[in-house]
C-alpha cells in the first residue's frame, strides 16, 4: 500500500513538472510588448508576454482581426516567453492579442501596419491626346474626368469631351464604348448607344447594378441597356424645385455624387443660380431610392441671401457650401466631400448627423502643404482650369484624396491629418506636374514599374480591397493608372 502511495505522489511530482516546464501554460496570459511596433509585409516581430505555450503550435498572435502563426517560441531568463512571426501582407493595424491553446488574451499593446506602394498603369499613358479621335476602341482619352469599378472588374470611365461612358477590360487591356453617342452631346434617354450625354462628370455605381451619370446639365441612370434622365434639367427655365418627388426636381451643376447603401439613398453636390432670386445656391441633394423624394440633405436653399460659403453648423439653416464636389459615404456612415471653387476654399468637409463640419483645409486659401485641420492645403483644380478631385476611403478608415492641383494622392487620417503619399516634386516652389516624366517612360504602356509621379489625379476610386484606380487627366498622357497597397 505504501508502495502505492508513492507511486502516486511520483505520478502528481512527474503532472506537476511537466505544468512547470512543459507545453502547458501556468495561467493566464499577457502580452507585454511588441518589437517593432510599426513593420512592413514580411518583416519579423516579436511579441514578448507571460505565460504563453512553449509548443509554438499552440499560440497564435492576432491584429486587426487576422491571425498570425508563429513560427517560434523562446523562453527568456526571466521567464517570459517570445513569440516570433513574420507579418503578412494587408495587416492592417491594431491592438495585439494572444490565444493559447484555443482561450483568447488581449491586450492594449498596439502595432502599426506600414503599407507599401506599388504604382501602376491599367491603359493609356501614350503620349498624345485623343483630340479629334473617332475610334472610342482605340486606348485614347481625352478628359477622363470619373470612373468606377464595376463587379465583373471592368471600368466604366466618364470622358468628359467625348461625351460618353467608356468600358476598361483592365485584362487586356482594351476599350469599348459602354454608353453615349461617341462625340455627340446632348440630354437623350434611350438605349445605351443611342442615348446621349453632355460633358459627364463621372459615374457612381448605385443599388440593383445601376448607374448614376452626372454633369454640368443633366443627371441620368443607366439601368441594364437603358438610360434615362433623372428630374429635370437646368435648361428649364423658372423656379428651382429643389425638394418633392424626384421626377419634378430640377438638377444642375452637379459636381459630385455618392451612394449610401445603409439607407438605400443617392447623394447630389450641386450648385447654380435660383432662377427666381437670382442667388447662388450651393446644397446637397439626398434622393430616397425607395420612396423616390428628394430632400435636400445640407445648403439653406431658402435663404434671402447667397446661400455660397464655407461656414460650419446645422445643414440646413446654418452651414454654407461652396461647390461641393466629389464625395464618398464612409464606413461610419457620414458623408465626406471635397469643397472647390477654383483655386479658392478647397477643403474637406463632412456630412453627419445633420450637421456640417470642416475637417481639413484653409476656406479662402489654396495650395499645398501637410499637416492637421487648418494646416493642411489643397488645390483641387486641374489642367485648363477644371474643378475636380477625388475622395474615397481606405480599410484602415482613412480617406484617399485625389488632388489634382498638387500632382498628388494625399492621405487624410480620422483626426484630420493630411499626408502625401505620391512624389511632389516641389524643389520650383510648387507641385510640378512635368515630374512624372523624370523616371517614367509613357511609351512604355503597361510595361515595368510606372513613376510614382502623377499628373493631375483627376479622381480616385476603389477597384478591389487595397486596390485603388486614379485618372491622370493630364492632355499629355491622359491615362488610367492604380496604386496598389501591401
Not at 372 to 389: H, R, W
Request: proline fraction near 4%; charged fraction near 20%; glycine fraction near 12%.
Amino acid at each position: 500500500m505504501l508502495a502505492g502511495f508513492a507511486a502516486a505522489i511520483a505520478m502528481f511530482a512527474g503532472c506537476q513538472e511537466k505544468e512547470d516546464g512543459g507545453s502547458k501554460p501556468l495561467g493566464d496570459a499577457t502580452v507585454i510588448s511588441i518589437e517593432p511596433a510599426s513593420a512592413y509585409a514580411y518583416d519579423e516581430i516579436a511579441v514578448t508576454g507571460t505565460n504563453f505555450s512553449e509548443d509554438v503550435r499552440q499560440n497564435r498572435i492576432t491584429i486587426n482581426g487576422n491571425e498570425i502563426v508563429p513560427y517560434e517560441v523562446e523562453k527568456t531568463g526571466d521567464g517570459k516567453y517570445v513569440l516570433y512571426a513574420e507579418v503578412p501582407t494587408r495587416l492592417g493595424s491594431g491592438t495585439v492579442s494572444v490565444s493559447v491553446a484555443g482561450k483568447v488574451f488581449d491586450s492594449n499593446v498596439k502595432f502599426e501596419y506600414l503599407k507599401t506602394m506599388k504604382f501602376s498603369n491599367i491603359i493609356g499613358a501614350v503620349w498624345g491626346v485623343s483630340w479629334g479621335n473617332t475610334d472610342p476602341t482605340e486606348p485614347k482619352f481625352d478628359g477622363p474626368i470619373g470612373a468606377c469599378a464595376t463587379e465583373t472588374g471592368q471600368i466604366l470611365l466618364a470622358e468628359q469631351w467625348t461625351h460618353c461612358i467608356r468600358q476598361v477590360t483592365p485584362s487586356g487591356p482594351s476599350v469599348a464604348l459602354y454608353a453615349g453617342q461617341y462625340g455627340a452631346s446632348g440630354q437623350q434617354s434611350g438605349d445605351l448607344l443611342t442615348a446621349k450625354f453632355d460633358t459627364p462628370k463621372g459615374i457612381v455605381p448605385i443599388s440593383d447594378g445601376r448607374y448614376v451619370v452626372f454633369s454640368d446639365k443633366q443627371v441620368q441612370v443607366i439601368d441594364g441597356n437603358q438610360v434615362s434622365l433623372l428630374g429635370k434639367t437646368r435648361d428649364d427655365e423658372g423656379e428651382r424645385n429643389y425638394e418633392g418627388a424626384v421626377s419634378e426636381v430640377n438638377f444642375c451643376n452637379t459636381n459630385g455624387a455618392a451612394y449610401d447603401p445603409a439607407s438605400g439613398s443617392v447623394y447630389f453636390g450641386c450648385a447654380d443660380v435660383d432662377g427666381e432670386t437670382g442667388r447662388n445656391r450651393h446644397y446637397i441633394l439626398k434622393w430616397d431610392l425607395d420612396s423616390d423624394q428628394i430632400s435636400v440633405a445640407a445648403g439653406n436653399v431658402s435663404s434671402d441671401s447667397d446661400s455660397q460659403g464655407t461656414v460650419d453648423g446645422d445643414a440646413l439653416t446654418v452651414a454654407r457650401l461652396d461647390n461641393p464636389g466629389r464625395m464618398c459615404v464612409a464606413s461610419d456612415g457620414a458623408l465626406y466631400f471635397l469643397q472647390s471653387s477654383g483655386d479658392g476654399n478647397c477643403c474637406v468637409r463632412k456630412l453627419a448627423n445633420g450637421t456640417v463640419t470642416t475637417l481639413a483645409g484653409n476656406p479662402g486659401t489654396a495650395g499645398y502643404a501637410d499637416g492637421k485641420g487648418t494646416e493642411a492645403l489643397f488645390s483641387f483644380k486641374a489642367e485648363g482650369g477644371e474643378p475636380g478631385g477625388g475622395i474615397v476611403e481606405d480599410e484602415d478608415g482613412n480617406l484617399l484624396i485625389a488632388d489634382p492641383g498638387n500632382h498628388a494622392i494625399r492621405k487624410m487620417t480620422p483626426d484630420g491629418t493630411v499626408t502625401t503619399i505620391n512624389k511632389v516634386d516641389v524643389s520650383n516652389g510648387s507641385p510640378n506636374k512635368w515630374a512624372y516624366k523624370d523616371d517614367y517612360d509613357p511609351a512604355i504602356g503597361n510595361q515595368g514599374e510606372a513613376s510614382q509621379y502623377a499628373a493631375h489625379p483627376m479622381y480616385i476610386f476603389k477597384i478591389e480591397d487595397y486596390t485603388y484606380g486614379f485618372l491622370q487627366y493630364t492632355g499629355d498622357a491622359p491615362s488610367i493608372r492604380k496604386i496598389v497597397f501591401e
